[in-house]
């Protein structure tokens, strides 16, 4: 495994960790993660799961509904060549 995907595996399995403590702390039980974020699968099927998974809590919680709608109105940060 590559540096750049063993990263990948490591950030997509904290992410998922994250969004499970998230929905736990919001909604008082976890759903089981999605079956297709295991590190078997392709890196871009893990990320649609994650975005499937929030998807779901979005729905669950208005506290992650009104959080995710406020993504698009906020700036995006420059990107980091931009500093230099």
Same mark, same amino acid.
């Given at each position: 495994?590559?540096? @750049? &995907? *063993? !990263? !990948?595996? $490591? &950030?997509? /399995? @904290?992410?998922?960790?994250?969004?499970?403590?998230?929905?736990?702390?919001? &909604? *008082? +039980?976890?759903?089981?993660?999605?079956? !297709?974020?295991?590190?078997?699968?392709?890196?871009?099927?893990?990320?649609? @799961?994650? /975005?499937?998974?929030?998807?779901?809590?979005?729905? $669950?919680?208005? !506290?992650?509904?009104?959080?995710?709608?406020?993504?698009?109105? +906020?700036? +995006?940060?420059?990107?980091?060549?931009?500093?230099?």
């Amino acid at each position: 495994m590559s540096d @750049a &995907t *063993g !990263t !990948t595996t $490591k &950030t997509l /399995h @904290a992410l998922s960790t994250r969004l499970s403590r998230l929905e736990f702390v919001l &909604t *008082g +039980s976890p759903s089981p993660p999605s079956p !297709t974020i295991g590190s078997e699968r392709p890196i871009r099927v893990r990320i649609q @799961a994650l /975005h499937t998974d929030l998807q779901r809590l979005q729905a $669950k919680s208005r !506290t992650v509904a009104e959080i995710l709608q406020l993504r698009p109105s +906020s700036p +995006s940060p420059p990107p980091s060549s931009a500093l230099n």
